[in-house]
C-alpha cells in the first residue's frame, strides 16, 4: 500500500472571504497581507481587562488580530505619537497581567519582517504582481517534506536507492528531501524537453547512474496531465531498475490524461498555474520560498 498516498492533503482553492470591515486601512492592508500568505486571522477576537474598580472592568485592550496558527496577538500602531504612547502602556499592562499571552506592537514597515520571522516573508503581494497569493507557505512545504521523507525512508531502509530528479524544476524540493532521509542513497538527474501539448518528449541529458537491477525513486515537483511523468517511466523501465516508484510534491489531478502511478505525494493541489519552489513561469519565479497562483490574467 502506498503509504504516501493515504496521507495526501487536498488544498482548498478559493482565496480567503475578505468581508471584514475595518476601523482603520492599515488593519485591512494588514489582512490583505494575511491572506496572501494565507495565514488565518481574527480581527479583534478579545478584549484583555487591564484595570478593576470593584467588580467592574475599568479599562480593557483588544488587540487588533489574533492569528491562531503563530499563537500572536497584533496590535498595528498609526504614525500618530500620543495614540503609540497609549497603545505600549496598554500592551505593557497587558505583558504583565497576561504573561503567557504573546503580542506584537505592529509598525506598517515591519509587518513583512515579522511575517519572515515566522518563515512568510520577505516578499510581499506587491513585489509579486503577477501572483494572486500563497498556497502553500514555507512552514507546511518543509513539514510535509519532512513527512515524505520519513516514509520514502521506511520503505527504503537497507535498498540504498537511486533518487532520479527531472530537471530543473525539482531541484528544491529534491535537495530538501534527500537531506531528511538519513540513509545511504544516490542522487541522479535527467533532463528532458517537450514539444507542445501531448507532444513527444525527448531525452536531452540522460542518467550518469547505471540504473539496472537497483531500487529507483523518481521525484517530480508536479504531475499535471501525467505525460511526462508516462514517458519519463518508460525510459527508466527500459534500463531494468529492480523497483521504480514515484515521489511528486504535487498532484494536479483534475488534469490527469494519463493513469500513472503516484506512490508518495506531498499535496494534491487545484487546477491552478502554480509557481515558487522551483516551479518557474517563463524561467521566472523558482526562487520563491513557497508554492503560489498565478493570477488568470498574467496567463492570459
Ligand atoms: P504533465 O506532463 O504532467 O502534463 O506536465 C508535467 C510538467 O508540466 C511539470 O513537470 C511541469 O514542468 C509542468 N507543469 C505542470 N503544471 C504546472 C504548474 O502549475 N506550474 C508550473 N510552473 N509548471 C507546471
Ligand atoms: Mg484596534
Given amino acids: 500500500m502506498p503509504k504516501g498516498q493515504q496521507?495526501?492533503?487536498?488544498?482548498?482553492?478559493?482565496?480567503?472571504?475578505?468581508?471584514?470591515?475595518?476601523?482603520?486601512?492599515?488593519?485591512?492592508?494588514?489582512?490583505?497581507?494575511?491572506?496572501?500568505?494565507?495565514?488565518?486571522?481574527?480581527?479583534?477576537p478579545h478584549s484583555f481587562p487591564l484595570r478593576w474598580e470593584g467588580d467592574q472592568v475599568a479599562e480593557a485592550f483588544t488587540p487588533d488580530f489574533y492569528l491562531p496558527q503563530l499563537d500572536l496577538y497584533v496590535e498595528l500602531t498609526t504614525?500618530?505619537?500620543?495614540?503609540?504612547?497609549?497603545?505600549?502602556?496598554?500592551?505593557?499592562?497587558?505583558?504583565?497581567?497576561?504573561?503567557?499571552?504573546?503580542?506584537?506592537?505592529l509598525?506598517?514597515?515591519?509587518?513583512?519582517?515579522?511575517?519572515?520571522?515566522?518563515?512568510?516573508?520577505?516578499?510581499?503581494?506587491?513585489?509579486?504582481?503577477?501572483?494572486?497569493?500563497?498556497?502553500?507557505?514555507?512552514?507546511?512545504?518543509?513539514?510535509?517534506?519532512?513527512?515524505?521523507?520519513?516514509?520514502?525512508?521506511?520503505?527504503?531502509?537497507?535498498?540504498e536507492p537511486v533518487l532520479v530528479g527531472v530537471l530543473r524544476g525539482v531541484v528544491f524540493f529534491m535537495a530538501d528531501l534527500v537531506r531528511h532521509l538519513n540513509i545511504p542513497l544516490v542522487i541522479d538527474f535527467l533532463s528532458i524537453s517537450s514539444y507542445g501539448q501531448g507532444g513527444s518528449v525527448r531525452i536531452i541529458k540522460?542518467?550518469?547512474?547505471?540504473?539496472?537491477?537497483?531500487?529507483?525513486?523518481?521525484?517530480?515537483?508536479?504531475?499535471?496531465?501525467?505525460?511526462?511523468?508516462?514517458?519519463?517511466?518508460d525510459h527508466l523501465q527500459g534500463k531494468g531498475p529492480a523497483s521504480l516508484k514515484v515521489c511528486a510534491l504535487l498532484d494536479k489531478q483534475a488534469r490527469r490524461l494519463v493513469d500513472v502511478p503516484l506512490h508518495y505525494v506531498?499535496?494534491?493541489?487545484?487546477?491552478?498555474?502554480?509557481?515558487?519552489?522551483?516551479l518557474d513561469f517563463h524561467q521566472r519565479y523558482r526562487n520563491l520560498p513557497f508554492i503560489a497562483i498565478v493570477k488568470h490574467e498574467a496567463l492570459a
Fill in 7 to 44: 496521507k495526501k492533503t487536498p488544498l482548498a482553492s478559493s482565496a480567503p472571504e475578505a468581508t471584514q470591515a475595518f476601523a482603520h486601512p492599515a488593519e485591512a492592508e494588514f489582512a490583505r497581507i494575511l491572506d496572501f500568505y494565507g495565514i488565518r486571522w481574527e480581527y479583534e
Fill in 79 to 105: 504614525l500618530r505619537g500620543g495614540l503609540n504612547r497609549e497603545k505600549h502602556r496598554k500592551v505593557r499592562m497587558l505583558r504583565r497581567i497576561y504573561p503567557h499571552v504573546k503580542i506584537k506592537l
Fill in 107 to 159: 509598525k506598517k514597515r515591519d509587518v513583512l519582517r515579522l511575517l519572515a520571522k515566522y518563515g512568510y516573508g520577505p516578499i510581499g503581494p506587491d513585489e509579486l504582481p503577477e501572483i494572486d497569493r500563497i498556497l502553500i507557505p514555507p512552514p507546511r512545504l518543509q513539514e510535509r517534506v519532512a513527512e515524505l521523507a520519513r516514509l520514502v525512508e521506511d520503505d527504503y531502509r537497507g535498498l
Fill in 206 to 233: 540522460d542518467l550518469d547512474e547505471d540504473i539496472e537491477g537497483r531500487h529507483v525513486l523518481l521525484v517530480e515537483d508536479i504531475v499535471d496531465t501525467g505525460m511526462t511523468l508516462k514517458k519519463v517511466l
Fill in 266 to 278: 506531498g499535496f494534491e493541489v487545484p487546477d491552478e498555474f502554480l509557481v515558487g519552489y522551483g
